[in-house]
Nanobody, 124 residues
Framework: QVQLVESGGGLVQAGGSLRLSCAAS????????MGWFRQAPGKEREFVAF????????NYADSVKGRFTISRDKFKNTEYLQMNDLKPEDTAVYYC?????????????????WGQGTQVTVSS
């Protein structure tokens, strides 16, 4: 069992930066692929980024490529999402997720555990 708790969301102006954190409980954190997803009002949850269990593989949605960076610290059991050059269209609730088996995925249903979400609002 893994419990995930996100933090770091907030209100920022366009062009600004935020760093989201996702603290995971459980000693098997290092064996899980980790991902970030987001959901804007009235829209479906969408993939943002993933990082493989060993940290050697990452992938990003085209909409955030070059602006967002995903990372993980296995000693702190924490995943991060550094978000730079934020745009109003990045406004959403951001969720971290853990995937227990298989190759790291961009599909939400492949993930086994989810955090409660953290709100990111970007003003223009």
């Amino acid at each position: 069992q893994v419990q995930l708790v996100e933090s770091g969301g907030g209100l920022v102006q366009a062009g600004g930066s935020l760093r989201l954190s996702c603290a995971a409980s459980g000693r098997t954190f290092s064996t899980y692929n980790m991902g970030w997803f987001r959901q804007a009002p009235g829209k479906e949850r969408e993939f943002v980024a993933f990082i493989s269990w060993g940290g050697g593989s990452t992938n990003y949605a085209d909409s955030v490529k070059g602006r967002f960076t995903i990372s993980r610290d296995k000693f702190k059991n924490t995943e991060y999402l550094q978000m730079n050059d934020l745009k109003p269209e990045d406004t959403a609730v951001y969720y971290c997720a853990a995937q227990a088996t298989g190759a790291a995925s961009h599909i939400a249903r492949d993930y086994d555990y989810w955090g409660q979400g953290t709100q990111v609002t970007v003003s223009s």
